[in-house]
Nanobody, 122 residues
Framework: QVQLVESGGGLVQAGGSLRLSCKAS????????WGWFRQAPGKEREFVAC????????SYADSVKGRFTISRDNAKNTVYLQMNSLKPEDTAVYYC???????????????WGQGTQVTVSS
């Protein structure tokens, strides 16, 4: 069964940086769109960023634009989320996802990771 495994979460002070990674267990993910979503306690899962299969197109939520960068390495079957200038409101469980359609709607993504906790202290 295909698995997406996230890593890189943790506790960081406001203004700090973290880099999340998500590796797929099988090769075909080079043809998929990758996305990052997050879910804070008591809130719905929200879109963070996505990247096309080629890496030429990206999209970001307004709340993270200019601070977060999504990238992918198809040779390693891995997608990254570089998070800079972190804020306490970025605290959430972060999920990577892979699917066939470029966009912000979670329903466009077929495969999901288990999530990694990011906590930003003030």
């Amino acid at each position: 069964q295909v698995q997406l495994v996230e890593s890189g979460g943790g506790l960081v002070q406001a203004g700090g940086s973290l880099r999340l990674s998500c590796k797929a267990s099988e090769r075909p993910f080079s043809n998929y769109v990758w996305g990052w979503f997050r879910q804070a306690p008591g809130k719905e899962r929200e879109f963070v960023a996505c990247i096309s299969w080629s890496g030429s197109s990206t999209s970001y939520a307004d709340s993270v634009k200019g601070r977060f960068t999504i990238s992918r390495d198809n040779a390693k079957n891995t997608v990254y989320l570089q998070m800079n200038s972190l804020k306490p409101e970025d605290t959430a469980v972060y999920y990577c996802a892979a699917g066939g359609s470029f966009g912000r709607n979670p329903s466009a993504y077929t495969y999901w990771g288990q999530g990694t906790q990011v906590t930003v202290s003030s």
